[in-house]
């Protein structure tokens, strides 16, 4: 066996001299995958703490500063906070020329509160409970995580706060491929619905729309307080409890959401949710699906993929599904013209349309 070289850019294990022809010389992989992972932890912290201190809306307020200067104003440990700016930095997410920081375009559009891209209250969330993955061994040990969030609204209040932003603005652009801004009248069930940001949506481009939004006891509070700042929820109902057990009339609606649902449902329940939804559809109507997808191969949409992780890592039986699964499901609730549209990055939506026929 040959030893490992301690500079392995220069290393050659197949050479004339050993087992092969010049041509099959080859250098290791590099290592910076594996580091790229060991970052990961850390990156996500410094992006927390720079948003906890505030060190964005500081930029945007007084301009490129020095780190000195930030901590003074925000009154912190000016080494400690200039350290951690220079890992923002080295995340791509500021700039720094000469020892002064300054916001960048990415910073500037998703990272300040004001920005209506804004995901300042989405990313401290958006991995779910920091302490369900030190027990991730566990959990693939046990085949379950210690402590799910399914029915936790304590959980759920802060996360649907941080996605509506993001999540209403991929409903708004949906409107320019779905065109429900040209229905007369619809009526919208939007279950499972957080913030509601899809009904927001919907019903803002419909000024004649009605909507019955759903959600947990303890979530919906949080629709309420959207849809009344729209100024759309007098149009509202709202039906608080389990999806699957709440009334639904059938054949009345025009549009049925689940945004993000299935995932952290699992296959069974998202199965029988996509048949609620057609039963409660009137002919013609339209299911809107929304989740992250992973594709046929399972190996390909990373975002998708580290997403069935966390759902994982959180949930009893989530995790996430393939375009040609979740297609499957719809088509045998009776759905048809299913297709796939992505208003925004990473943002899909399968669409299906009840069928003209009776549904068994």
């Not at 049925?256 to 649902?261: A, D, F, I």
């Amino acid at each position: 066996m040959i030893a490992d070289s301690p500079y392995p850019e220069i290393k050659k294990t197949h050479t004339m001299a050993r087992v092969g022809r010049p041509w099959t010389d080859y250098k290791p992989p590099a290592a910076a995958p594996v580091w790229d992972v060991v970052e990961g932890f850390a990156r996500f912290h410094v992006l927390v703490t720079a948003l906890e201190l505030g060190t964005f809306e500081d930029l945007d307020q007084h301009g490129p500063s020095t780190g000195d200067e930030i901590a003074e104003r925000l009154g912190v440990s000016a080494p400690h906070l200039t350290s951690v700016l220079e890992g923002v930095v080295a995340c791509g997410l500021l700039d720094r020329r000469h020892l002064v920081f300054e916001l960048n375009d990415t910073a500037r559009r998703y990272l300040l509160r004001a920005s209506p891209a804004s995901m300042v209250d989405l990313v401290p969330v958006s991995p779910g409970p920091l302490a369900n993955w030190s027990r991730l061994t566990e959990t693939v040990r046990n085949g379950a995580p210690s402590e799910p969030v399914d029915d936790d609204a304590d959980f759920y209040v802060p996360l649907v706060e941080g996605t509506y932003t993001t999540i209403r603005r991929c409903a708004m652009r949906a409107d320019l491929q779905l065109r429900y801004s040209a229905l007369t009248a619809p009526r919208v069930l939007d279950l499972g619905a957080g913030g509601a940001p899809w009904a927001a949506a919907i019903l803002t481009a419909c000024p004649d729309g009605t909507a019955v939004v759903n959600d947990l006891d303890g979530v919906i509070g949080v629709a309420r307080r959207h849809l009344a700042d729209e100024g759309v929820d007098e149009r509202v109902e709202f039906r608080a409890g389990d999806f699957l057990e709440i009334e639904i009339e059938p054949g009345e609606y025009d549009v049925v959401v689940l945004g993000h649902l299935c995932r952290a449902a699992g296959p069974a329940v998202s199965k029988q949710l996509i048949a609620r939804a057609g039963g409660a559809l009137r002919p013609g109507g339209r299911l809107l699906l929304s989740d992250y997808f992973a594709d046929r191969s399972r190996s390909l949409a990373g975002f998708a993929l580290m997403m069935g992780v966390t759902m994982v890592a959180s949930t009893r039986l989530g995790g996430t599904f393939t375009h040609e699964e979740v297609g499957e499901w719809m088509t045998a609730a009776g759905f048809e013209a299913v297709r796939i549209i992505e208003p925004i990055g990473f943002q899909q939506v399968m669409v299906g349309t009840r069928t003209s026929k009776e549904l068994s």
